[in-house]
């Protein structure tokens, strides 16, 4: 497999500035996932490495080779879209050898690497199937098939899941992780759901506005947002956000900060603390999300038991453990 490395890429469509100074290095056999609101430019990154959109400054670096000007079929990668599209009147079998016979790949070397595609997706019993014949899960794991056999230095996916049902997507990210620790292989995944992210990457890169906001393992930028965008952006239901000169703020002292943040989770229903209304609940089984508003119109969400006792209505009281709160400075930086 292969490192990737970028240095200072811009993209402009235009007068519009795309991707802005982006740099970041991929280590060998990482599971990397690029996220970001709509219009952040992380298919637009993804799509560069690919080579299927020109850099106008920066270059792109490939286990060591600057492939900055090369074609897409000379940088060794292998790309999965959103969209399947499969030959409909072929076979499972005819589809993933397709792009192999097309290179000219003798006949049993095409045959043994279905065999081993096949095997790793569980789509052996398939292979003699027509798209047709097959659920979204098992075409977008033929789509993947396609991209295995190719024997790619680096796997491309680009929002893979996301026309897929909401236990579809879940079955779906296990198999990619699952394949991911049986390949070995340098993976860069798109998706704008930080839910995706967090679950199956090793590294994280947030984009916003064409710009890289923070790098890091999951649970880094989780715990540890370089700024209230980070921080509001990963974490579902998002983090709380409040104004320092806010009730909250007057309760825990806002110490120069601009805003205030603290997770839902970490939210205590306390005998003393912050006045709140409760507006709405939502049971969802082993927990709750309380939607709070304060008297000064600030909302503020609480994740609770399931089994709590609290109820739409409820004058509560709330708590604010200081080793759980994120000052962020007017610039929207972490303090």
Known sequence: MATVHLETIDKFYGSLQALSGVSLDISDGAFVVFVGPSGCGKSTLLRCIAGLEGVDRGTITIDGRDVTDLNPADRDLSMVFQSYALYPHMTVRANIEFGMKVNGIPADERARRVQDAARILQLSEL??????????????????????????????????????????????????????????????????????????????????GGKVEQVGAPLELYNKPASEFVAGFIGSPAMNIMAAQSKLGEVVGGAGAAKIGIRPEHVRIAETGLPVQVTVKEQLGGESYLYARSEDGEQIVIKTDGEDAVNQGDQVRLAFPPERLHRFGADGQAL
Request: charged share 25%; net charge neutral; proline share 4%.
């Open 127 to 208: 292979l003699d199937r027509k798209p047709g014949q097959l659920s979204g899960g098992q075409r977008q794991r033929v789509a993947i098939g396609r991209s295995i056999v190719k024997h790619p230095k680096v796997f491309l996916f680009d929002e893979p899941l996301s026309n897929l049902d909401a236990k579809l997507r879940v079955q779906m990210r296990i198999e990619l992780e699952s394949l991911h620790t049986e390949l070995g292989a340098t993976m860069i995944y798109v998706t704008h759901d930080q839910v995706e992210a967090m679950t199956m990457a090793d590294q994280i890169v947030v984009l916003n």
